[in-house]
Nanobody, 138 residues
Framework: QVQLVESGGGLVQPGGSLKLSCAAS????????IGWFRQAPGKEREGVSC????????YYADSVKGRFTISMDSATNTVYLQMNSLKPEDTAVYYC???????????????????????????????WGQGTLVTVSS
């Protein structure tokens, strides 16, 4: 059974840091793309960051560039999102998600497709985690 289990959310003060984890299991292909989406109350879902198992390429939304870092431990199929310099506007439920059916592609083009719109995310993302709440507040 393919599964994504997130952990690491919580309450943090502005300027603080949190590290989210996404443990993947049941993948039958060596090629997949795992990303993080977030949804704040009253707002549309937003693609935050994504990483490719094909070549390690990464994608970041402009809103988090320079503050968030995505990484992958291939030995354990775990993806991490290190979030630094957190702002109140980062408050949201963060979802781990994976595309496990698309063919292997090098570079960031496919990552931009997956993260770029809710329509494409809904079309190509195969698995969603349960979500973890991140609250940035003093």
């Amino acid at each position: 059974q393919v599964q994504l289990v997130e952990s690491g959310g919580g309450l943090v003060q502005p300027g603080g840091s949190l590290k989210l984890s996404c443990a993947a299991s049941g993948f039958t292909s060596a090629y997949y793309y795992i990303g993080w989406f977030r949804q704040a109350p009253g707002k549309e879902r937003e693609g935050v960051s994504c990483i490719s198992s094909v070549d390690g390429s990464t994608y970041y939304a402009d809103s988090v560039k320079g503050r968030f870092t995505i990484s992958m431990d291939s030995a354990t199929n775990t993806v991490y999102l290190q979030m630094n310099s957190l702002k109140p506007e980062d408050t949201a439920v963060y979802y781990c998600a994976a595309d496990v059916d698309s063919p292997p592609q090098y570079g960031t083009t496919w990552l931009r497709v997956l993260m770029g719109s809710n329509r494409d995310a809904s079309r190509y993302i195969d698995i969603w985690g349960q979500g973890t709440l991140v609250t940035v507040s003093s």
